[in-house]
């Protein structure tokens, strides 16, 4: 029986805070912030990829280990999560910014 892991991966590996623009390139205003939701969109859909493997995998025999069926459902739960709430800041971000009177 052979065991394998998958390490975890720090956050700011997977969204793109960390990267570096080029001195010559200047992100154009609001990219990162669209950046920060495109990655968190691509971590929802490989996460229910990779769930949808892991199905096809267990219903198949293929799945030497159950619980990483539960480990990437998890993962796909959690990463929908990071969405919601990074919509729900976003938007309460914008409704306070619309109360601003000028």
């Known amino acids: ?16 805070l960390q990267k570096t623009a080029p001195a010559a390139e200047k992100p154009a205003a609001g990219s990162l912030f ?25 219903s198949t025999g293929q799945l030497d280990n159950p619980a990483e069926m539960n480990m990437a459902t998890y993962k796909a739960e959690t990463a929908i999560s990071l969405l919601t709430q990074l919509r729900e800041r976003a938007l309460n971000a914008y409704s306070e910014l619309s109360r601003i009177n000028l």
Not at 35 to 47: G, L
């Open 1 to 16: 029986m052979s065991m394998t892991t998958q390490s975890i991966s720090p956050l700011w590996e997977t969204m793109p």
């Open 34 to 58: 669209a950046d920060i939701f495109k990655s968190a969109i691509e971590n929802v859909r490989e996460a229910e990829d990779d769930v949808a493997k892991k199905e096809y995998l267990l």
